[in-house]
T-cell receptor
Framework: ETGVTQSPTHLIKTRGQQVTLRCSSQ?????VSWYQQALGQGPQFIFQ???????GRGNFPPRFSGLQFPNYSSELNVNALELDDSALYLC??????????????FGPGTRLTVT | AQKITQTQPGMFVQEKEAVTLDCTYD???????LFWYKQPSSGEMIFLIY??????QNATEGRYSLNFQKARKSANLVISASQLGDSAMYFC???????????FGTGTSLTVIP
């Protein structure tokens, strides 16, 4: 059983640029969630994808967008990067069960630095 | 109001001793789940333990146990027989049935002293 993988590991971008982060979910999982974790903070929910459709969104502007593919892998796209977008971006996959017990498995994260 | 509150930014514990990490939560949903995650310096979030709102017994997973007090809306993590490898950030999280997102606290940094 393969775990959750994310790429790239680290990324440096300039303010105003666009970035795409990638996530491969754990085998058998149909749901992917993305989180932003600023330094010294807890993860903040960006959005969740279930069966290729957005299935919940946190308090993030529209320049944060995503995709989920038929194999349940996912992308997070951020347009018009701002300095405050510098953070660790975590992807988590789970199997949607309709109960709160849906355990999430996290990837190692992508550390984005915006200069 | 914060959904998850962790009031201990940092904690120290002697190796082989037990330590309790505090977590309180806020929800009006009768059905919810509470989770604890460990985050080493490498950044990956590691699932430790789960407690459902309707579970009658406190959850236990090896050296981890959850002191669930529903009326007080608290879900404290107890780590017994601390090991040096337990040094990490610990996050409490909640998922409500009505929503799809996890709410995380700000975390507690645990340092195990030899």
């Amino acid at each position: 059983e393969t775990g959750v993988t994310q790429s790239p590991t680290h990324l440096i971008k300039t303010r105003g640029q666009q970035v795409t982060l990638r996530c491969s979910s754990q085998s058998g999982h149909n749901t992917v969630s993305w989180y932003q974790q600023a330094l010294g903070q807890g993860p903040q929910f960006i959005f969740q994808y279930y069966r290729e459709e957005e299935n919940g969104r946190g308090n993030f502007p529209p320049r944060f967008s995503g995709l989920q593919f038929p194999n349940y892998s996912s992308e997070l796209n951020v347009n018009a990067l701002e300095l405050d977008d510098s953070a660790l971006y975590l992807c988590a996959s789970s199997l949607k069960t309709g109960t709160p017990r849906s355990e999430q498995y996290f990837g190692p994260g992508t550390r984005l630095t915006v200069t | 109001a914060q959904k998850i509150t962790q009031t201990q930014p940092g904690m120290f514990v002697q190796e082989k001793e037990a330590v309790t990490l505090d977590c309180t939560y806020d929800t009006s949903d009768p059905s919810y789940g509470l989770f604890w995650y460990k985050q080493p310096s490498s950044g990956e979030m590691i699932f430790l333990i789960y407690q459902g709102s309707y579970d009658q017994q406190n959850a236990t997973e090896g050296r981890y146990s959850l002191n669930f007090q529903k009326a007080r809306k608290s879900a404290n993590l107890v780590i017994s027989a601390s090991q040096l490898g337990d040094s990490a950030m610990y996050f409490c999280a909640m998922r409500e049935t009505t929503g799809n997102q996890f709410y995380f606290g700000t975390g507690t940094s645990l340092t195990v002293i030899p």
